[in-house]
């Protein structure tokens, strides 16, 4: 039995689901504990409740955790959103006397297989982390932190529970969406992890937390229909970190800001799946919740954009040129 958690709220549901749905596709066994970080990610989770899943009211989250509602006080809502995350594994432990090893998942995302072989690294070790490893042109990022805040593990024993206290206490004091004193909200406290704390184990798989700040460095392929290599290894999972949504048929996934230039296998095997699971979700909600997202508010929007030719035109040509993910009927081009 594998242990996750993970934190959003209603504007990122969507993703949610789908990392969950991808984990229910390749972990053969795990509970996925959810952070809801409003009423109407609550209240939808606990009307799909799905087996597996269990969602965490914010206020059930908060209610004995005074210095984390102080610092709410202080901080915009994605810098609360970033202080929660090493309260989030640390809430789960405290709780949930069966979990042993707890790992955090950011909600987008995405599994292709099994995840074993990351638990099998990890061994008897205490901590996981996963690096970033940025695409050379990208190296200049790690000012904000060498390792990715996407993916890492706590086992319950001294080692790891003195790491993640210690970075609790941190998050607390300082967590802000800026660089400041070598800080830069909840990742850069992880750079010294390896030398700082005991028993860190810093996975090194090449299909752990693909991104596009480092696809760049690797050869994707086909093995078949349902594997993609990242040169030799198996892609476990992809962070889709800077996807936007346009609109319900429209998608940014922000290639050009990180100098991608999509191979046909990242389009097709990679991203596609992805957006057709995404439309999938979407389509569940709204079967669920006619408000979530209002049908009308899209049709607006949509008629609004209809009556703005140069969008039209501008969006075309972003599809044309493969700057942009086309959807239609739940396919991904």
Known sequence: MYYFCTYFDQHYLARGLALFSSLQK?????????LCMDHVAYEILEKFNLPGLYPIA????????????????????????????????LYVLNNRPEVDLITYLDADL???ADPAPLFTELGKGSVSIVGH??????????????????????RRDEDALSCLNWWREQCITWCYD????????????LDDWPTRFKNVVVLEHKGANLGPWNVG????????ANTVLVDEEPLIFFHFHGLRKINQWLYNPSWGDYGIDPSKVLRRRVYAPY????????RQLLSINKTYPSSA???????????????IVFAIWNVLSGRYIFVVNGRAF
């Not at 994605?78 to 594994?89: A, D, H, Q, R, V």
């Not at 490893?133 to 706590?154: A, D």
């Not at 460095?217 to 078949?224: A, C, E, F, G, R």
């Not at 508010?297 to 140069?310: A, E, M, P």
Request: charged share 30%.
């Open 297 to 311: 508010n899209i049709r607006r929007k949509v008629n609004h954009q209809k009556g703005q030719l140069s969008r």
């Open 178 to 189: 800026r660089e400041e004193e070598g800080r830069f909200a909840d990742q850069k406290y």
């Open 275 to 282: 957006l057709q699971t995404l439309f999938d979700v979407n």
């Open 217 to 224: 460095n690797y050869d994707l392929h086909s093995l078949n």
């Open 26 to 34: 390749h972990c053969p066994e795990f509970k996925l504990w959810v």
């Open 133 to 154: 490893h940025f695409s050379p042109h990208l190296r200049y990022l790690e000012r904000r932190g060498i390792y990715n805040v996407g993916w890492f593990s706590f």
């Open 110 to 112: 995405f599994f292709f």
């Open 58 to 89: 914010m206020e059930e989250f908060e209610r004995n955790d005074e210095p984390l509602r102080s610092a709410k006080q202080n901080r915009s809502r994605i810098e609360y959103y970033f202080t929660c995350t090493s309260s989030l594994p």
